[in-house]
């Protein structure tokens, strides 16, 4: 943004008016939008510390505090606008009412700036640009697609209903993960405490028979030392290495690629991985044919929605394919991640031109086979956790138990 004077007669008297603006031309729309009276001249300036000190720290601060808006609250305020501006209530106005009535700070700033813009001359679609960030891809393109046909509120209930979808798939996963979760941060506390407290009191009697100790006594040991000893640099190491992973993984995407590349070859996360960034693909993109929106457009918009890179660059040659002229069954063939039923499905879908209720049937059938995995997932994460609980209960056993053995065959002369 460059930095302009604007120079405005209001009521016989100058104004110089200090603005950003990409160019001249724009500079000079603001000005006629924000200020009553005449545009005398629109002149380019160096912008003063001052201003740039104060452009900075706002900057700054709302970098710091950039985080998206909670689903609940945005599903809650898009379906709000769309009855809103289905009632016919101007667009302008209904943004600054639920800017007005929520409780979420991020909701508030951003709907607010959304109403100044809208305000300032701009598109709803264009003034959504600023904070991809915090509405996600989705919803700019819905938006798009309803400014497009001139049906912006049946876009904003598709949206809502498409982002209900995804937060109870959200919420599905976790309930599913919460009680193996708890179990396991249960264990992992008993094992910490054991480790602390009740091994200490046996490494005295040990350090007494000074004799060669089995193997899992001395790890044992060595568990209780690092803990008892180094337990606040152990877990200051730990906190820093996961600071650093996910910076590293937010950062550089060439490991972010490498980890969701091991994600997908892992047990069990695989799967969930597979069938739920499917189940948003398809869900997404039927909903924006049933729209009307392009094949090469939809899976744009879809294939944005996904967050795993290397499912990202797969269905990435789908819009490749298509572009060149070539069948969206055939790209989707290509990339390996379909069933041969499902092509079968697609290609007679864009045979019969029934795409968009054939792609819906696509979707319903990925969203069954996520709700069967979800369903699955504490029965199929079970032996995992007896698996590891059996290993800790059989360490601190033997690691306990062996030693004393030895010393009661030791007392009766064996």
Same mark, same amino acid.
């Given at each position: 943004?460059?930095?302009?004077?604007?120079?405005?007669?209001?009521?016989?008297?100058?104004?110089?008016?200090?603005?950003?603006?990409? $160019?001249?031309?724009?500079?000079?729309?603001?000005?006629?939008?924000?200020?009553?009276?005449?545009?005398?001249?629109?002149?380019?300036?160096?912008?003063?510390?001052?201003?740039?000190?104060?452009?900075?720290?706002?900057?700054?601060?709302?970098?710091?505090?950039?985080?998206?808006?909670?689903? $609940?609250?945005?599903?809650?305020?898009?379906?709000?606008?769309?009855?809103?501006? =289905? #009632?016919?209530?101007?667009?302008?106005?209904?943004?600054?009412?639920?800017?007005?009535?929520?409780?979420?700070?991020?909701?508030?700033?951003?709907?607010?700036?959304?109403?100044?813009?809208?305000?300032?001359?701009?598109?709803?679609?264009?003034?959504?640009? =600023?904070?991809?960030?915090?509405?996600g891809n989705l919803a700019i393109a819905m938006v798009q697609l309803g400014e497009k046909t001139g049906n912006l509120d049946e876009s904003l209930y598709s949206l809502?209903?498409?982002?209900?979808?995804?937060?109870?798939?959200?919420?599905?996963?976790?309930?599913?993960?919460?009680?193996?979760?708890?179990?396991?941060?249960?264990?992992?506390?008993?094992?910490?405490?054991?480790?602390?407290?009740?091994?200490?009191?046996?490494?005295?009697?040990?350090?007494?028979? =000074?004799?060669?100790?089995?193997?899992?006594?001395?790890?044992?040991?060595?568990?209780?030392?690092?803990? =008892?000893?180094?337990?606040?640099?152990?877990?200051?190491?730990?906190?820093?290495?996961?600071?650093?992973?996910?910076?590293?993984?937010?950062?550089?995407?060439?490991?972010?690629?490498?980890?969701?590349?091991?994600?997908?070859?892992?047990?069990?996360?695989?799967?969930?991985?597979?069938?739920?960034?499917?189940?948003?693909?398809?869900?997404?993109?039927?909903?924006?044919?049933?729209?009307?929106?392009?094949? #090469?457009?939809?899976?744009?918009?879809?294939?944005?929605?996904?967050?795993?890179?290397?499912?990202?660059?797969?269905?990435?040659?789908?819009?490749?394919?298509?572009?060149?002229?070539?069948?969206?069954?055939?790209?989707?063939? $290509?990339?390996?991640?379909?069933?041969?039923m499902i092509i079968q499905m697609i290609s007679a879908g864009e045979d019969g031109g029934a795409l968009d209720a054939m792609m819906s049937k696509v979707a319903e059938?990925?969203?069954?086979?996520? $709700? #069967?995995?979800?369903?699955?997932?504490?029965?199929?994460?079970?032996?995992?956790?007896?698996l590891i609980i059996a290993s800790m209960v059989i360490l601190l056993a033997l690691g306990i138990f062996l030693p004393m053995w030895d010393m009661g065959n030791a007392?009766?002369?064996?």
């Amino acid at each position: 943004m460059k930095y302009f004077i604007v120079t405005v007669l209001t009521k016989g008297k100058k104004e110089d008016i200090p603005l950003y603006a990409t $160019d001249r031309k724009e500079a000079n729309n603001y000005a006629k939008l924000k200020h009553s009276g005449i545009v005398i001249k629109v002149v380019e300036a160096t912008e003063p510390l001052e201003a740039q000190l104060k452009r900075f720290k706002t900057n700054f601060l709302q970098n710091i505090q950039k985080r998206k808006i909670k689903p $609940d609250a945005l599903i809650a305020a898009i379906r709000q606008l769309a009855v809103m501006t =289905n #009632a016919g209530i101007s667009i302008h106005d209904s943004l600054n009412e639920i800017a007005k009535s929520t409780q979420d700070a991020s909701l508030k700033f951003v709907f607010s700036k959304l109403a100044d813009d809208i305000n300032s001359g701009y598109s709803l679609s264009a003034s959504m640009e =600023n904070f991809r960030f915090e509405l996600g891809n989705l919803a700019i393109a819905m938006v798009q697609l309803g400014e497009k046909t001139g049906n912006l509120d049946e876009s904003l209930y598709s949206l809502a209903n498409m982002l209900e979808e995804i937060r109870a798939n959200v919420i599905k996963f976790k309930k599913a993960m919460a009680y193996p979760r708890n179990v396991m941060i249960a264990m992992a506390i008993a094992f910490v405490v054991l480790i602390s407290y009740v091994v200490p009191e046996f490494k005295a009697i040990f350090e007494e028979l =000074n004799a060669d100790l089995p193997l899992p006594t001395q790890i044992l040991l060595t568990l209780e030392h690092l803990f =008892n000893n180094y337990g606040p640099y152990v877990l200051a190491v730990l906190i820093v290495a996961v600071i650093m992973f996910k910076y590293l993984i937010n950062n550089h995407k060439h490991i972010r690629y490498k980890w969701h590349e091991l994600l997908l070859k892992v047990y069990l996360i695989k799967s969930v991985i597979m069938y739920a960034t499917l189940s948003r693909f398809t869900l997404v993109f039927s909903e924006l044919v049933k729209a009307g929106i392009p094949i #090469a457009e939809a899976l744009d918009t879809s294939i944005s929605m996904i967050d795993n890179l290397p499912l990202k660059s797969k269905l990435s040659s789908v819009r490749m394919t298509v572009e060149k002229g070539g069948t969206l069954n055939k790209g989707l063939q $290509d990339t390996g991640l379909f069933e041969n039923m499902i092509i079968q499905m697609i290609s007679a879908g864009e045979d019969g031109g029934a795409l968009d209720a054939m792609m819906s049937k696509v979707a319903e059938y990925f969203k069954m086979r996520f $709700d #069967a995995i979800i369903d699955g997932l504490s029965e199929a994460i079970e032996p995992i956790m007896l698996l590891i609980i059996a290993s800790m209960v059989i360490l601190l056993a033997l690691g306990i138990f062996l030693p004393m053995w030895d010393m009661g065959n030791a007392v009766q002369g064996r």
